[in-house]
DNA sequence: CAGCGATTCTAGCGTTGCTAGCCAATCTGC
DNA sequence: GCAGATTGGCTAGCAACGCTAGAATCGCTG
């Protein structure tokens, strides 16, 4: 059986490329330049490789999204670990939410903006996807009110910032008043 | 000059046509489903004549956006109109705004979503634009708190509103409560 | 070492947005 | 009223796309 895990092990080094790989091309030169036939010589094999490992161009997306969620929780911990307080820490979170729409459009976009094939809103929903969830629910929680659902309230604030992430960077709104925009929607939902 | 009048009036009357096939071609079968050849053989010309009237496809649904700003600023007026209070205004309109993105969602990725070529935050935006932006503001104007800035504040309102609409119409929330957030985000703005 | 499976590659299909160049219908000047 | 110029639409085709069938090659097994 060890020359069948070897096997294995390589095959899913090799998936683990292919997605490496995507999410790198379109980060640099956005998601029009990861096509398969790119992406397949990025990764030194040839286009039919790519179809074995995902059911198609759509599923890579959608694993390069599951990363992508996973290292948005990564900076969201952060972000709400070295806040000082309650409205502090749903600022810091806030703030590094849409710095990483910014940051990483790419990404960004294949997390919440393009259509992926991933269960979102469900219990079978990818691990990584729950985490990110989990890391503004936490800075979100403590700013509901008696009688409000945390996690609806958490997802209507989330909801906001996407909105401010995607108008922003499609050009919808101005960049420069977007701290301001953002402290007003904190000041709104802490009640301030 | 007549005659360079009745054609000039012949090729807008064809640039309308162009426009409304795209519209209701996207609007029955998907943006996937307007392809240029499908346009073209739906207003009965060949494929180049769509390009001696707009610079691309792009183009195409950057008209289509405007014409669907126009409709949704209709809305949102009878919507504000017809509400008795303030508060009620503004639950109106949100509540059209979010509608008319699930009832219209070709037209509303158009205008919102997909990336086309038009000037939106400046004063060189189509009219239409600024129209359905007004509709907004005048309906987040009367809440807004002493010091805040009504025109930040709406665009805060509606990158919320634009948020709640886009995830919840690709599945990443929940569409059942969908009503409840709405009563959130309402709640937080109006300060109860 | 021969044969057999599994796996990868070559080649190609159907479509896409877009464009070059031909061709015909129309307007202008004699 | 008619030849010449011009406008404007059409046919045909390009390069690139996602994806797949079938050939070919690799590596393990007896």
Redesign the interface.
Known sequence: MSIQARRERERAERERLIVTAARELAETEGWDAVTTRRLAAEIEYSQPVLYSHFKGKEAIMAAVAVQGCADLAVELRQARAAAPGVREALAAVAETYTSFARRRPALYDAM??H?VPLP??TQEAPEPLREAFGRLLAAVEPIAADG??PG??T??F???????A??TR?????EP?HE??LA??IG??T?G
């Open positions: 919440f903006t259509l979102f809103a409000e659902d609806l309230l997802e209507t989330w909801a906001a910032l996407h909105g401010l995607t108008l499609s050009g919808r709104l101005p008043a301001q925009r007003l929607l709104h939902f009640g």
